[in-house]
């Protein structure tokens, strides 16, 4: 309700008073640290070293287990070198006079760089800045990305476009291990190029997951090699609109340079209309009193050639995607076509199910998580699944995606109790949109504020912004993500006492808009304000 009172302000206050109001609020001028996420610790001084572009090194520690030609930490110090200095155009080559090299050693207790990261990779990194060099230490690559990005943010120029950074020193580590953004690739195809720039962004702001969204009733853009109809029928177009298995690479190899996880969604039972026009006797016929009515509802949970099926595409979607989980979805399932259905009833009825629904719901799950564990993969799941059929396989991760804060902090409470892991994206449905700063509420979200022991808070892995995709597609993802999601990403890095002001945050979180605005990231301004180098694209 907080964001809600500020939306009134907003509109009817002035500007400048209204800012008066928010100094006011924070007892003080802004302090401006420029590190979103906030790191755990950090000490800056005002001793600040000026960087040149023409004597600035990356280099790989004496002690690192790795070394030049590591794919990982070669490709972030081509990235991140126009990220620390945007002005530059020359070759490299040219030394201006007088300027003293400056080294950013990095070294890594691992040689973790031609692997992909995973569900328990160390994210931590201590990062330290004196004169002419910077350490950076992490125990894997991935955790030296996280320190990478740091160190860019840390970099800034004068008036006169010279480059700086302060002497700093920071130990850092995620909060929570699972922090990801969903995107839906079915309501609307989005470009590989859109997904690969959306994964460029979620990495400024640490993300480490990449819930793929790939496939719902609207289309089936996934093409598979071993049932190429579900695209070629499902597909909004069945060349312009899909997703090659090279495409899939693509995203997949991009992700991993940037330390962040793929996981892949194929949502079933329901949420399939799409699939059904490539694969017949799939979803269940509908009837309307004793005869067919044309219509199909969910996948039909009775035949055995539904789960032949279902093994054979998740056994591909397995050796496709890397990451040890799968997500299979199990929301939102309607129970009326299923019902009208005489086999299906007569089945219910074998079975004794008698006329619970819910029954045969967690019947068909039970066999599709069976199935992805038989392929050693881990499944995660919306939180139904757990809502209807409490025993499930322990290892399996549940989503909450209903409610408000109330009924999601009871699920949290219910769900750890039963000794499940849970993730959270219940608050964080950031394709809902309205006016003012709704980022607020998004900030003041406390995942961990549940009633519950401290083994059941442990079982909390993370949380996920979600961005469903009926009313964006390409045109409008970017600013509609950003910066709104990064909010919820400092909620899952940072320290929850050390960000706890959502007011503190602002004037940091302002110029954090303004770095991605600098690194061509449309994202969306948080109130009135400019930047420094405002947005220079078409
Ligand atoms: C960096 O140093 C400059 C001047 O030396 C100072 O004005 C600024 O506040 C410092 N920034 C931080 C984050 O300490």
Redesign the pocket.
């Known amino acids: 309700m907080e964001a809600a009172s500020f939306v009134t302000f907003g509109q009817y206050l002035r500007p400048n008073f209204y800012f008066l109001l928010l100094i006011f609020l924070q007892n003080g001028p802004p302090i401006v640290?420029?590190v979103w996420p906030l790191p755990q610790t950090f000490t800056?001084?005002?001793?600040?070293y000026p960087l040149s572009p023409e004597a600035f090194y990356f280099e790989y520690g004496s002690q690192s287990a790795a070394q030049q030609g590591c794919s990982v930490l070669d490709g972030a110090f081509m990235r991140y070198f126009p990220l620390l200095f945007p002005d530059y155009t020359g070759n490299g080559v040219l030394r201006l006079y007088g300027d003293k090299p400056f080294h950013l050693v990095v070294t890594v207790d691992r040689d973790d760089c031609e692997s992909y990261p995973h569900e328990d990779s160390s994210e931590r990194y201590n990062l330290s800045v004196s004169a002419r060099q910077a350490s950076l230490n992490a125990e894997t690559v991935w955790g030296a990305l996280r320190g990478l990005e740091t160190f860019s943010q840390l970099v800034y120029q004068d008036d006169f476009g010279s480059y700086f950074v302060?002497k700093t020193d920071i130990a850092d580590f995620p909060r929570f291990q699972f922090r990801g953004i969903l995107l839906d690739t079915s309501r609307h195809y989005l470009p590989v190029q859109t997904i690969l720039q959306t994964l460029d962004a979620m990495a400024y702001s640490k993300f480490n997951v990449f819930h793929w969204h790939i496939v719902d009733d609207p289309s089936f853009p996934y093409q598979s090699r071993t049932y190429p109809d579900l695209s070629s029928k499902g597909a909004f177009h069945p060349m312009t609109h899909i997703y090659t298995q090279s495409d899939v690479r693509r995203v997949i190899s991009h992700a991993r340079l940037w330390g962040i996880r793929v996981l892949p969604e194929f949502d079933s039972p329901g949420h399939t209309k799409s699939w059904g026009k490539g694969q017949s006797d799939l979803l269940t016929p509908c009837y309307k009193g004793s005869s067919l009515s044309g219509t199909f509802g969910p996948v039909n949970p009775i035949l055995p050639s539904t789960y032949q099926f279902m093994a054979t595409l998740f056994k591909e979607v397995s050796l496709v995607f890397p990451d040890s989980h799968i997500h299979l979805g199990g929301d939102e399932v309607n129970f009326s076509c299923w019902s009208s259905n005489p086999d299906v009833r007569a089945f219910m009825k074998k079975m004794g199910f008698g006329v619970d629904f819910t029954k045969l719901e967690a019947f068909y799950m039970e066999n599709i998580v069976n199935i992805t564990s038989a392929l050693n993969k881990t499944a995660i799941v919306w939180q139904d699944v757990f809502d209807y059929h409490e025993r499930i396989p322990k290892d399996t991760v549940l989503h909450i995606w209903k409610g408000n804060p109330a009924s999601y902090k009871a699920e949290l409470s219910r769900m750890t109790k039963a000794g499940m892991k849970v993730l959270l994206a219940a608050p964080w449905y950031i394709n809902h949109i309205s006016y003012g700063q709704d980022w607020r509420e998004y900030y003041n979200v406390q995942p961990l504020d549940f009633p519950g022991t401290e083994e059941q808070k442990k079982l909390v892995i993370g949380g996920e912004v979600c961005m469903w995709g009926e009313y964006v597609d390409a045109t409008n993802l970017t600013p509609r993500l950003w910066p709104r999601a990064s909010a919820a990403a400092e909620r899952l890095w940072s320290d929850e006492k050390q960000t706890s002001s959502v007011d503190k945050a602002f004037p940091r979180f302002q110029d954090f808009r303004c770095k991605l605005v600098r690194r061509g990231i449309r994202a969306e301004p948080l109130y009135v304000g400019h930047c420094k180098h405002e947005y220079q694209g078409r």
């Open positions: 640290e420029g800056s001084s005002i001793e600040r302060n």
